[in-house]
């Protein structure tokens, strides 16, 4: 199962300029049933791996995340291109298997999966 985290806060200049709330995305794996990784975009090329419990997952929710889960994935590890990757909206979209050119934005993501999920 594949969830998909969205922040209000982001350390990044230009997301704090032009970006509606959310301003940051991150898609998190579940390993089992107490253990996630998230997949914590960093800058062009590299992606690091962070370990997360639920309890850790809990209390992002109290400072603001909000999660989607995506049920109907079809994805199997981490891209083999990472250069291709440059932002989270587009780690999250090779995760998913979106080519909608037009979603750039993390709010954008947010919309598509909020009607995706809906359906």
Known sequence: M????FSPNTSRL???LFCRLPRHCAPILRITENKYIMLQFVRHGHIARI???ARQISLLQRYGWTFI???H???CKLPPHIQN???CVSLCKYLL???NPFIQ???ALYKKLKRLTAL
């Open 51 to 53: 370990s997360l419990s």
């Open 85 to 87: 990757i440059y932002s």
């Open 14 to 16: 230009l997301p704090r």
């Open 97 to 99: 298997n979106i080519r």
């Open 73 to 75: 994935c079809s994805f």
């Open 105 to 107: 934005t993390p709010r």
């Open 2 to 5: 594949l969830i998909i985290g």
């Open 69 to 71: 889960q995506v049920k």
